[in-house]
């Protein structure tokens, strides 16, 4: 028995899930395209089959949400890194923070 239309758009969005949190951002695609065909042949569905999906697509969308929140947060921690390396990071006398500037951000180590 073939499998309907319905059963494989939300065994595509199960993939989906599943590819976002493995981090698994190649299968990604696959699973993009191949839905994207499903969807090319205009299924007709029910009111209820519809909600479905768009709940199951909710849930994918509010995870991959998280995920590029996520990665967005590690590239600004690298950064943060990399800038701690080139400047000096310091505090003002009102509490508000400065970079100690200068020499092009190199500090000088005196015995």
Known sequence: MKPSIMDE???GLDSE?????????????????????????KPTLSAAEAR????RIGRNQRLLSS?????????GRIADIDRAH?????YRKDGTQGEE???AGRLEHRA
């Not at 479905?52 to 709940?55: G, K, Q």
């Not at 995920?67 to 590239?75: D, E, K």
Request: hydrophobic share 50%; charged share 20%.
């Open 9 to 11: 758009l939300l065994a």
């Open 86 to 90: 080139t400047r000096l990071g310091t």
């Open 17 to 41: 899930r599943q590819a976002i949190l493995a981090g698994s951002f190649e299968t990604l695609a696959s699973v993009a395209d191949a839905r994207e065909r499903l969807i090319a042949g």
């Open 67 to 75: 995920a590029i929140r996520g990665v967005q947060t590690a590239i």
């Open 101 to 103: 500037g200068g020499r």
């Open 52 to 55: 479905l999906l768009l709940d």
